[in-house]
């Protein structure tokens, strides 16, 4: 993950990570808008895409998108068929002339195997494929089509925004993401962006005022200050969600952030960080210092992140800061935990007599944009 070719040797561990989680999001995200009868076209938006592949051909992200779009039984062909169904585009770009030539041929390999394979007598990626040679900065400030697309409610969006370095996602750059409908977006942030990122002149004033340290000689936590940063960008009105995994490569620490405008969009997310990180949901590095696997106090349930946050929770219920199950079920969302937190310490709160609920009481804590909504009475 350092600024020579990715592409140009075998990807490594930490890389394969990455794309892992890549992988994992778009699987979960691209059947809830294959699914929505309000969703027209399906736009898959690769920025950085490489040349798609690595040298002894492990796929990059824009073919691990195809191979999702797919599904491993080809499911998401069947539904894509079907009449009303969205339709799907993929917009690769690779701004190095010869790796967008290289893309060309690996998309179009890779489509071919797909279909000498298919036993359908339609493919709905027929026409799905666009691979450009753009400079990213030109296709997000002045592209007229992109910036329809980007502002269409009927049309989902995923974004990915696999950079080198850090300059390419400016606040602007991420306000017009955050603010566009149905856009959901993972950035990559580079270790290097770690060291120079509170010399960035609004990134100096930010923490001037709200008196924020930042130590770069504590990588880990610097990935919780940066993703705060871009959080104090949301317009306060706005309900976002946000949350970032630390990925470290020896003593470089590199960051992925993911930005969605719907909590189902987070609920996936956040679902995959856990499974990655059984502890904190955020890092490959036990980000918290918890006992680790192996040792004899290694207790997934009993970490120090999970602890920290079922102790906000019920403080925050006895305080009556939250008073009913949608605000708390978002505020563990929104702080990067699982909801099935938050109904574990009502649970935990009722039984010890603390509290009772006004409404019928459920566990629901999946699809929280859809849950009954209850209050919270304390006793
Ligand atoms: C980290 S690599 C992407 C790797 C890719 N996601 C994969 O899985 O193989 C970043 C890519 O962005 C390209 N790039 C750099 N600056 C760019 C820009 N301003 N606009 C578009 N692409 C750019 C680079 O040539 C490089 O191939």
């Not at 993950?1 to 890389?15: G, P, Y």
């Not at 799905?128 to 030109?138: A, I, M």
């Not at 602007?172 to 942030?189: E, G, M, Q």
Request: glycine share 6%; hydrophobic share 30%; aromatic share 14%.
């Amino acid at each position: 993950m350092a600024k020579k070719d990715i592409n140009k040797s075998e990807f490594s561990e930490e890389t394969k990570l990455k794309l892992d989680l890549f992988r994992e999001c778009y699987r979960e995200w691209f059947p809830v808008f294959v699914h929505n009868p309000y969703i027209k076209h399906i736009f898959v938006y690769d920025m950085f895409a490489g040349s798609g592949t690595d040298s002894v051909g492990n796929p990059g992200s824009p073919i691990i998108l195809f191979q999702e779009s797919r599904g491993d039984r080809k499911q998401h062909c069947k539904s894509l068929l079907k009449k009303n169904a969205p339709q799907v585009t993929f917009a690769f770009n690779e701004f190095e002339p010869t790796k967008k030539d290289e893309l060309d041929e690996n998309v179009s390999k890779e489509f071919s195997a797909c279909k000498s394979q298919c036993t359908e007598n339609e493919c709905p990626f027929e026409k799905s494929f666009y691979c450009g040679q753009n400079d990213f900065s030109n296709l997000i400030n002045g592209n007229a089509n992109f910036n329809q697309i980007l502002s269409n409610k009927n049309y989902a969006k995923f974004i990915l925004l696999d950079q080198y370095g850090f300059k390419q996602i400016n606040d602007d750059v991420f306000l017009k993401l955050v603010n566009s409908p149905n856009t959901d977006f993972i950035f990559f942030i580079a270790s290097s962006f770690i060291k120079r990122f509170k010399d960035l002149p609004a990134v100096t004033a930010y923490f001037d005022n709200k008196k924020i340290s930042y130590d770069e000689t504590k990588p880990k936590e610097c990935h919780r200050v940066i993703t705060d940063y871009f959080r104090n960008l949301i317009p306060p009105e706005k309900n976002y969600y946000l949350h970032s995994f630390t990925i470290q490569k020896g003593t470089n620490y590199y960051g992925l952030i993911f930005g969605t405008n719907h909590s189902l969009g987070m609920e996936k997310f956040v679902k995959v960080c856990w499974r990655h990180d059984k502890q904190a949901g955020e890092s490959n590095c036990n980000i918290d210092n918890d006992f680790e696997l192996g040792t004899l106090f290694y207790d997934p349930n009993n970490s120090i992140r999970r602890n920290t946050m079922e102790g906000i929770v019920e403080s925050k219920i006895l305080q009556s800061e939250i008073t009913d199950n949608i605000t708390g079920l978002n505020y563990v969302l929104k702080n990067g935990c699982e909801p099935k937190l938050f109904v574990e310490v009502v649970k935990k709160l009722l039984q010890q007599g603390k509290i009772q609920v006004d409404g019928k009481f459920n566990s629901q804590s999946t699809n929280i944009h859809k849950v009954e909504k209850y209050k919270i009475v304390i006793i």
